[in-house]
């Protein structure tokens, strides 16, 4: 899809049609009565690697606000074009040559609106620039989407952009469907509609040259064809694959796919094999652009509603994330993630200050189930009489599953949990939903269930047009329904001698979460919680604030023996743990800010990790003490200290 003007032509319409065909278009579900689904799930059985690329979007300038919701929402890449031919437009080719003004030093060209895409890259996302179009004065045609006629000329400018923003570029993808004319003109150039992949292969040769005579070290990534139809992939692909000059450069294939409810995998896999019937085995595939379909008229006039603003489009965006997670595609960027365009209205992600539904399903997939913050576990999963379902181990440890339903009716589904690798007895799911009714900003509860020899089996109610979420638990506790001031629930004891715990809000902010308030120099402050005994690997998740005195934070098993600690030291300054049962100082902290933390455990094994910030810093290191299984958390401030901690978001897992 061009990223700035309208298209309709001919070529992109049968192309769909193609896709549609070979892809499988399917009607969404709905209608009178909707069936009880059965899922099963085997976490042992992995199929599978998930990226959390797949939660990306296609996007122009937006303001500093609307950027940060975007990364909020669950977005963790867009993709952009260049726009060399803006920055360009006031000059000549025979003045360029000769640098009349000065004209090949960049500090005189126009960054305007390349600056203020590049601002999504201050806003925490990767970027995909797309590197399509140039000057009018640079092309045969005439036009800017005409094959370059200087390719010395081209290769200085494409170098010259890329070494402006080659620290914030994560991948460069040459050309934007050039199997659509309205994209890639061929008109006054040597190439006729016969050599149209030549005309490709040799573009992509110079930007390539471009590309890497800027950033020599290979850190981006270079991609292509980025056609309308992945049908016609074989034809586009081969010649890359065949040219001695590219065959080596070229890092991961491009399609568009908009093929209604029909599988992308389908397309992913496929192109797949095709690159390695050229050496290529395990090519990654980007999909960088997909939606419902690309009719610019739409029932309205004003875009198919599946695509921007229809409730339907939450559980759209559910089953193609989940068929895409299926075949661990790399990358995909939905057409589009950005605001409302008077002029260019079949494509958007927010209107009239409200976000699309959709916004709702990017939510709960990347953020609440993990999936959007580091490579996952894409595990074997069987269904029936449900939309879509599927099982992950996200890249936290947690053991989760993604079910869709598009039916009128809730479905009410039983869902089998294998192999989960826990002990007999109980355990909980925190499930999250996302629907016209439920946004999936909190869980919408936390259900008992019962495991048998590794095994849990229970139903889960999914609403109408809605995507349903759950991460298998032992305890845990957000503290968000406890009340202000008031102690926390009955699943935790307290020892108060020294002060008080209680629920309340974190420091500036209405979050809330545990307060542990030590006011005594004699005695300290606990809270503890029990979980089913576990032999087996079990994480601890949490988040605290360093306090001005000491606290730590462990896991032991039922005769309070510690297996592993964590802790703020005051007089240090640093966070500790340990190695065996000597103390180890990992880094330095600033009180009042709030450290994100893991704690791996393998009682078996007597080895444990530890993560702060999602990095490692502690790797098989032997446990503090020897245990055989851990069936508690401790949370303590130090005798000696006095102040307030604060703890959020107790997981055990």
Not at 216 to 236: E, Q, R
Not at 345 to 359: I, L, M, N, T
Request: net charge negative; glycine share 10%.
């Amino acid at each position: 899809m061009n990223l700035v003007t309208m298209k309709a032509s001919l070529v992109r319409m049968v192309s769909i049609v193609l896709v549609a065909a070979v892809l499988g278009i399917g009607v969404a579900p709905g209608g009178a009565s909707a069936a009880a689904g059965t899922v099963t799930i085997d976490y042992a059985n992995t199929v599978a690697t998930g990226h959390p690329e797949v939660f990306g979007g296609n996007s122009s300038k937006e303001d500093a606000g609307y950027m940060d919701q975007i990364k909020d929402i669950g977005f963790t890449n867009i993709r952009f074009e260049t726009y060399v031919h803006v920055m360009l437009a006031g000059t000549n080719l025979q003045d360029y040559k000769n640098n009349v003004g000065n004209i090949q030093d960049p500090s005189t060209w126009d960054w305007t609106l390349m600056d203020s895409r590049f601002a999504w890259a201050d806003h925490g996302q990767k970027i995909l620039l797309l590197v399509t179009k140039a000057p009018t004065w640079l092309t045969w045609s005439g036009t800017e989407v005409g094959v370059p006629k200087d390719w010395a000329v081209y290769e200085d400018i494409v170098k010259k952009v890329i070494q402006r923003y080659k620290d914030k570029i994560t991948w460069v993808e040459v050309w934007n469907e050039p199997d659509n004319s309205s994209a890639l003109s061929l008109t006054g150039s040597p190439y006729d509609f016969a050599h149209l992949k030549d005309a490709y292969n040799e573009i992509f040769y110079h930007v390539t040259n471009a590309v890497r005579a800027a950033d020599p070290l290979k850190t981006i990534k270079i991609g292509g064809p980025a056609l309308a139809s992945g049908t016609t992939w074989p034809d586009f692909i081969s010649y890359i694959l065949q040219d001695t000059r590219n065959k080596d450069n070229i890092d991961f294939a491009s399609m568009h796919v908009y093929n209604g409810t029909g599988k992308i995998s389908t397309a992913v896999t496929s192109w797949r094999y095709w690159a390695s019937q050229y050496g290529k085995s395990n090519f990654p595939v980007h999909v960088t652009e997909w939606n419902y379909d690309a009719d610019q008229a739409g029932a309205t006039g004003g875009g198919t509603p599946i695509n921007t603003m229809g409730e339907e489009t939450i559980s759209y965006i559910g089953l193609k994330l989940n068929d895409m997670f299926s075949v661990g595609t790399e990358g995909a960027q939905l057409f589009k993630s950005s605001k409302y365009i008077a002029n260019y209205p079949f494509w958007y992600f927010y209107k009239d200050g409200v976000f699309s539904p959709k916004a709702k399903t990017y939510r709960l997939m990347s953020d609440k189930m993990g999936l959007g913050k580091g490579d996952s576990n894409v595990k074997f999963t069987s269904s029936s009489n449900i939309t879509s379902a599927q099982g992950y181990i996200n890249t936290y440890g947690e053991k989760l599953g993604v079910l869709v339903n598009s039916d009128a009716l809730v479905n009410t589904a039983t869902v089998t949990m294998n192999n989960t690798g826990l002990e007999n007895g109980s355990a909980i799911l925190e499930i999250y939903e996302a629907s016209t009714a439920n946004d999936a900003t909190v869980y919408r509860e936390r259900k008992p269930v019962t495991v048998t020899n590794g095994t849990i089996t229970t139903d889960i109610s999914v609403p109408a047009n809605s995507v349903v979420g759950f991460k298998v638990q032992l305890q845990g506790d957000d503290f968000g329904t406890g009340t202000l001031g008031a102690a926390p629930g009955s699943n935790w004891t307290t020892l108060t001698s020294g002060g008080t715990v209680t629920i309340a809000n974190l420091p500036n902010t209405s979050n809330k979460g545990l307060k542990l308030s030590d006011t005594s120099t004699a005695s300290r402050v606990e809270a503890t919680t029990s979980f089913t005994a576990q032999a087996g690997t079990v994480n601890l998740k949490f988040s605290a604030q360093a306090p001005s005195s000491g606290g730590g934070f462990s896991l032991s098993n039922s005769s309070s023996i510690l297996a592993a600690t964590v802790g703020f030291d005051p007089a240090a300054g640093q966070i500790y743990a340990y190695d065996g049962a000597t103390k180890i100082y990992l880094m330095a902290y600033n009180t009042g800010t709030t450290y994100p933390f893991r704690i791996v455990v393998r009682p078996t094994a007597g080895t444990y990790d530890l993560y702060i910030h999602n990095t490692k810093y502690v790797a098989g290191k032997p446990l503090r003490n020897a245990v055989t299984s851990v069936s508690n958390v401790w949370i303590n401030t130090v005798i000696a200290g006095t102040g307030d901690m604060y703890v959020d978001d107790v997981v055990v897992y």
